[in-house]
Structure formats: structure tokens, C-alpha cells
């Protein structure tokens, strides 16, 4: 059935509808595929005609997502640990809702530090203020909305020596405020505290577009940061080391760099960096299918004769339009150029535009060029 009236997550599936016409039709059509595969439904597990629920074990309301309060209560009610089985079983229970926290790390280090393989198990003072200190928090847990399509989304990043915070937001209906789509925070590892100021941005920018891929590849990305790493990865090609791999990693977002301007996001981005989750994995600088795509030295090509394709793509309230060029070894210039059917961002635009040119060219070797950066 169509994701734009069903819903289904393993066992839970849920129909959705704006109106009370339209959601009879779409429990029609629910049940009728139920029967046609013999499947049966617990009664005591259904509800019909609310406007919030839980899923997923979280609550989703036209407000936005929020913990579930059984699942708050269950921590609120946890006496303090006792045994290192315990500590993690209540840091797991805080694992699950880590984006609704901003300050976690912040909150439970000393409960974190008790997991340490030279720490002995000792409850102490601190670990106990900081259980409590846990727990008021959750009497009040923030909402976050899902993002509009349509909008573009503010991702405020700050970078240290030790460790990288990011809040991800977006403008409401107004325009003027804005709301929390995800919090999330990154303590480097021992090498990667190596990096040069340069180098631990791009690796920050990058860990957070695969962290929140599933936001940012729909969606223009305003980034905000002290440091503008958009200029040095897109406006000169890094044809080799780390640098070249994240380049060819975010060169599928649409993401923007914008001036500082707002102080509450980038405090709060700043606060983060500060305080990460003590997460230790290492950002991967391999990614799928990375034969696919080859760097060479223009040396290595200069004597060979090939087709250029040249390409560029526009998105905008007007509309989405792409176009290309290929340019024979004989200097030929065909031009080709299209309309696109459907909304996108800039970013996805111009693949559309490369892979037309690609399609209409028929050619199995040839050179590609967009902006200042070449692939072949």
C-alpha cells in the first residue's frame, strides 16, 4: 500500500488521514489487504480516530515527538546502581531518548566514567548528584518537530580540539523561530585529535551528514559555524588523503555556509561540543562503491582523446531545470537540456543533470566536469 497512507514498522502499521472521510477509506483498504493475507489483529492494541500515540517508543502528536512517559517514569522510579550491570542498564535506557538530552555527557560523566576497565565501582557523591541531576531533567523533556519539506534546515556545528557538538533545526510557519530537529554530539578519537583544525571540521561535517543523512539529503542545509569548511572542500579539488574522500562524501548534500548570526543555536552547538557522548568510533573515511568513482592526475589523461561533459542544475520557486554539454575531442559543442517534474533540491538537481548527459551521451569513457572540481 502507498507510505503516504500506511505506515508500518515491523508489527506496528498505522493509516493516516486528515479527515474523517479519509480515514475510513484508508482502514478500508488496510483491512481488505489483511484479510487478502489471512493476517488478524489484537484488539486490545487498537485504537481508531486519535491524533497521538506511541510508536516506536516515542509519543507522535501534530506537535511533534516526544518520550514516551512510561518510558520516563521506568527511569524516574530506577533506584541508584549498585553493580556495573546496573549502570548500564540505566545508561542504556538513556541511549534510547540521547536526542531529546542535550546535556547528557554533561550530566552522567561520572556515571560514565564508572564503566571504565581501570575504574573501580564505586557509587560516590558526584555519581549520585548526577542520577538525580538526570532525573529532574526528564520531568520535562523538549519536543522535536519533524522537518517541513520545502524549508531548508540550520545546522549549527562547533568544532574543538577533543570533541564536535551540532544542533539541527529549522524555521517555523513564521519564519522567526526556530525548533529542534536533533541534537547529537561526537568526543574524536586519539588519531583523528590529530587532525588539523581544517581536517577535524571536514571530518565533523562529514560524520554529521551521515549521522543525519535521512534529514539532509531532502533538504538545503544552511550550515553555521566558526569555520567554513564548504569553501576549502568545494572550491579547490583535494585530489588525495582524507580530505578527497569527505569531498566526494558530501558532494550529494546541497549544504550551504552561512554567517553566524543566530547566538542561541550556536551557544547551544558550543555547549555540546563541550560536553559529547562519549562515543570513541572513529569516522570512516571509506565509503560504499568508492571504486566506482576514480581520481586520476590530468597528467595521466592529457594524451588520450576523450568526450568532456559538462553539466549544472537550478532549483528554485520557478521551477527545477537541468542542462548539459558534451564536447567532442574535436571540439564540437552539443547541448542538451531538460525540465524536471518533481521538487528537489540544487544538489539533486544537478545529478539529474549529470546522469541525463550521461544517458544521452552513450558513451562508455569520457571526462565530467561541474563547478571547479573533475572526475573521471
Not at 506537535?63 to 524516574?76: Q, T
Not at 546496573?86 to 545508561?91: S, T
Not at 565501582?121 to 520535562?140: G, P, R, S, T
Request: proline fraction near 5%.
Amino acid at each position: 500500500m502507498p507510505s503516504k497512507e500506511i505506515e508500518v514498522y515491523v508489527d506496528d502499521m498505522i493509516a493516516k488521514s486528515r479527515t474523517g472521510a479519509e480515514r475510513i477509506t484508508n482502514l478500508q483498504k488496510l483491512f481488505e489487504r489483511l484479510r487478502k493475507y489471512k493476517l488478524q489483529l489484537n484488539p486490545a492494541k487498537c485504537t481508531f480516530g486519535v491524533k497521538s500515540g506511541k510508536l516506536l517508543g516515542f509519543v507522535v502528536s501534530e506537535k511533534g515527538i516526544e518520550v514516551d512517559p512510561d518510558k520516563v517514569r521506568a527511569i524516574l522510579e530506577m533506584p541508584a546502581p549498585n553493580t556495573e550491570k546496573e549502570v548500564r542498564g540505566f545508561l542504556g535506557r538513556l541511549n534510547y531518548i540521547a536526542r531529546f538530552i542535550s546535556q547528557l555527557t554533561a550530566t552522567c560523566n561520572q556515571i560514565f566514567k564508572l564503566l571504565r576497565k581501570s575504574q573501580p565501582m564505586v557509587w560516590n557523591e558526584d555519581c549520585q548528584k548526577a542520577f538525580e541531576k538526570i532525573k529532574q531533567y526528564l520531568q520535562e523533556t523538549p519536543i522535536l518537530v519533524p522537518p517541513v519539506p520545502g524549508r531548508p534546515l540550520i545546522l549549527y556545528m562547533s568544532v574543538l580540539d577533543e570533541s564536535m557538538g551540532c544542533v539541527l533545526e529549522q524555521h517555523d510557519a513564521s519564519g522567526k523561530k526556530e525548533q529542534a530537529i536533533y541534537y547529537s554530539s561526537k568526543k574524536f578519537t586519539d588519531c583523528e585529535m590529530r587532525y588539523s583544525l581544517l581536517e577535524r571540521t571536514c571530518c565533523a561535517l562529514a560524520w554529521v551528514a551521515r549521522r543525519l543523512r535521512q534529514y539532509m539529503l531532502s533538504h538545503t542545509t544552511w550550515l553555521v559555524s566558526k569555520m567554513d569548511p564548504i569553501k576549502y572542500i568545494f572550491e579547490k579539488p583535494a585530489l588525495t588523503g582524507r580530505i578527497a574522500r569527505w569531498q566526494m562524501l558530501l558532494s550529494e548534500y546541497d549544504i550551504i555556509y552561512v554567517t553566524q548570526k543566530a547566538v542561541k543555536g550556536s551557544a547551544l552547538a558550543e555547549y555540546l561540543a563541550h560536553q559529547p557522548i562519549e562515543d570513541y568510533q572513529s569516522m570512516q573515511c571509506e565509503f560504499p562503491d568508492e571504486d566506482i568513482m576514480t581520481l586520476f592526475d590530468e597528467e595521466e589523461s592529457i594524451n588520450e582523446e576523450k568526450w568532456t561533459l559538462l553539466f549544472d542544475g537550478a532549483s528554485n520557486a520557478l521551477g527545477h531545470g537541468i542542462g548539459a554539454v558534451l564536447i567532442s575531442p574535436k571540439n564540437q559543442f552539443i547541448p542538451f537540456t531538460a525540465r524536471l517534474g518533481f521538487g528537489c533540491t540544487n544538489n539533486v538537481a544537478e545529478c539529474e543533470a549529470c546522469a541525463m548527459g550521461i544517458v544521452e551521451s552513450r558513451l562508455e569513457v569520457m571526462g565530467v566536469a561541474f563547478d571547479s572540481l573533475s572526475t573521471i
